[in-house]
């Protein structure tokens, strides 16, 4: 059974940090992507980042780069978002996702976690 689990969502005041993990257990790849996506409340599922698990370097969309770092842990099939300057625009729900490639919309992506909410206020 494949299980995506977040955590270390939160409520924070603008310019503080967060840390989110996704826990990834028995996805049926080898090498996969794993995605961050959000979605605030009225809005579509936006990419946030994404690193391919077989190599190379973390992708992030225009909006957090800079602010926002994924890491991953192979042998704790741990996926990680630092997020640091955190800005009211950045609240939504925050979900990792897997799948075989790495795309910047949500489409492709075949496993999912159930979102961990993240705020940022004033």
């Known amino acids: 059974q494949v299980q995506l689990v977040e955590s270390g969502g939160g409520s924070v005041q603008t310019g503080e940090s967060l840390r989110l993990s996704c826990a990834a257990s028995?996805?049926?790849?080898?090498?996969?992507?794993a995605a961050w996506f959000r979605q605030a409340p009225g809005k579509g599922r936006e990419w946030v980042g994404n690193?391919?698990?077989?190599?190379?370097?973390?992708n992030y969309a225009d909006s957090v780069k800079g602010r926002f770092t994924i890491s991953l842990d192979i042998a704790k099939n741990t996926l990680s978002l630092q997020m640091n300057s955190l800005q009211p625009e950045d609240s939504a729900m925050y979900y990792c996702?897997?799948?075989?490639?790495?795309?910047?919309?949500?489409?492709?992506?075949?496993?999912w976690g159930q979102g961990t909410q993240v705020t940022s206020s004033a």
């Open positions: 690193i391919y698990t077989g190599g190379g370097s973390a």
């Open positions: 028995g996805l049926p790849y080898r090498s996969y992507c």
């Open positions: 996702a897997a799948g075989l490639r790495c795309y910047t919309f949500p489409g492709p992506y075949i496993y």
